[in-house]
């Protein structure tokens, strides 16, 4: 049966120990909203709303990895897929990952899409893991958040995404995950401009919250629900989202937001 790598709840920011009661939309403007006092409150509404989401589903830190890797541009059941054939041939481990063929290794990845290119990223880490750290993940792990960050960024095939949720998923670190779901949810709600980057959205929440892996691990997998279900790219379902009432007017459209 499939665990997961984080099953704690993180305790509630302390700025929102008390129940929060949402304001009506008519009291927020796009002017008015700012994040620092609003990102809790969103924390708040989601968890007491959706309840533990226990993210992110893997046996061991080593396949969070490779699940990161495996989700770019991809939905998770895809993913899924994917590691079920790499558990079956028992390849879940740096060492085997290194050790077998790259054709078939992009043959058991195949159902993540972008197969031989992924294929390639997971052969570029293990190949990392084993220069750098002897192939220990325990020993990467150990290495200062910032100066990991930089190290995995320079990993074929390893964005800031991909390497966040490295450092978070799989090595516990205090880092924010920023996904297309985050950035519409930001935009739509007067939080993000439209051309922001990645990191200006990272910093938004490292800066509003308290550096806490476990919470930056929940508020994360609370947002990818409200992505899902009610914050669609196309008629979002704003009135029967949990975060509806803080919309300062109606929806933005999404246009230049990377989704």
Same mark, same amino acid.
């Given at each position: 049966?499939?665990?997961?790598v984080?099953p ?10 008390k $129940? ?8 927020l403007?796009?002017k ?10 969103? *924390?708040?509404?989601? =968890?007491? =709303? ?11 830190? &080593? ?15 895809n ?7 790499l558990?079956? #041939?028992?390849?879940? $481990? ?29 052969? =570029?880490?293990?190949? &990392?893991?084993?220069?750098? &750290?002897?192939?220990?993940? =325990? ?10 960050? #930089?190290?995995?960024?320079a ?13 978070? *998923?799989?090595?516990?670190?205090p ?5 297309? *779901? $985050? ?10 401009? #439209? ?19 476990k919470?930056?691990?929940? &508020? ?25 009432? *803080? ?13």
């Amino acid at each position: 049966m499939t665990t997961t790598v984080q099953p704690t709840v993180p305790p509630r920011p302390k700025a929102t120990q008390k $129940t929060h009661r949402a304001a009506p939309r008519t009291l927020l403007s796009p002017k008015a909203v700012s994040p620092r006092p609003i990102l809790p409150q969103f *924390y708040e509404t989601l =968890a007491t =709303a959706l309840g533990p989401m226990h993210w992110w589903p893997a046996r061991t830190p &080593f396949e969070v990895i490779v699940g990161a890797i495996l989700t770019q541009n991809t939905a998770w059941v895809n993913v899924q897929r994917a590691i079920a054939n790499l558990r079956r #041939e028992r390849l879940l $481990t740096p060492r085997a990952l290194e050790r077998v063929g790259q054709g078939k290794l992009s043959r058991l990845v195949r159902p993540s899409g972008y197969f031989r290119q992924k294929a390639k990223k997971l052969k =570029a880490f293990v190949r &990392f893991l084993r220069s750098d &750290f002897a192939g220990s993940l =325990a020993r990467m792990l150990r290495i200062p958040t910032a100066e990991l960050r #930089e190290r995995l960024l320079a990993v074929h095939g390893i964005g800031p995404e991909t390497a966040d949720s490295i450092l978070l *998923y799989a090595g516990n670190q205090p880092v924010f995950v920023v996904d297309a *779901y $985050t950035q519409r949810i930001l935009f739509r709600h007067g939080l993000l401009g #439209e051309k922001a980057g990645y990191e200006e959205a990272r910093q938004l929440f490292e800066g509003s919250l308290p550096r806490d892996a476990k919470l930056f691990n929940e &508020f994360h997998a609370l947002l990818v629900k409200v992505g899902k279900n009610w914050c669609r790219p196309q008629q979002p379902r704003c009135e029967q989202c949990p975060l509806g009432p *803080y919309l300062p007017s109606k929806p933005s459209p999404v246009v230049g937001v990377r989704l």
